[in-house]
């Protein structure tokens, strides 16, 4: 199953974005110098020299680093790779056990799978089971006889919290 709403059209518009980042940032870096350069009067201030150029690095900062942080903290690479070992007819619904509501929401949104909270893998009535495994539970959690793990996976910054997939064997 492929990503859904548009994800080239998501990859271009993060490519522009990150295009016009760079652009705001050099903007930045040429307006501080041109205030520091052209204008003797501001030579002397020394005091709006430097929150200028506070100002130009730290805007310069945000608007290269950000995206890359929200890769980083972001589930979308992390569920999109999952969506790739989804069967077709199950795609509409998938149980979970111990997602969180923005989790939900985000399969729910990008990707179009609903998911449905289950307290135990006896609950789930679905063809796919979503679990959400903890860096703090050291004991590796199994659903049981009848399922099988088809995918496992972390988000790309973090090594606290675990996804596996397992699809029900019959």
């Known amino acids: 199953m492929q990503p859904q709403n548009h994800s080239k059209f998501r990859k ?6 990150f295009f016009a ?14 205030m520091f350069v052209c204008t003797p009067r501001f030579r002397s201030h020394w005091d709006w020299v430097w929150a200028a150029g506070i100002t130009a690095v730290w805007g310069s900062a945000m608007l290269l680093f950000v995206p890359m942080l929200d890769y980083t903290r972001g ?12 069967p077709e007819p199950s795609a509409a619904t998938v149980d979970s056990f111990r997602l969180g509501e923005s989790q939900i929401a985000i399969l729910d949104y990008c990707f179009g799978i609903r998911a449905r909270n289950v307290r135990s893998a006896e609950e789930a009535r679905g063809e796919c089971l979503l679990v ?23 988000r ?5 919290e675990r996804y596996v997939l397992y699809r029900r064997v019959f």
Do not use: C, N
């Open 12 to 17: 271009r518009s993060f490519i522009l974005l």
């Open 21 to 34: 980042a760079v652009v705001a940032a050099l903007a930045y870096t040429v307006l501080w110098a041109a």
């Open 75 to 86: 589930y979308q690479p992390t569920f999109a790779a999952m969506a790739e070992h989804m």
């Open 132 to 154: 959400q495994i903890e860096h703090s539970d050291h004991t590796e959690w199994k659903p049981g006889e009848g399922w099988e793990a088809v995918w496992k996976g972390t």
């Open 156 to 160: 790309p910054g973090s090594w606290q």
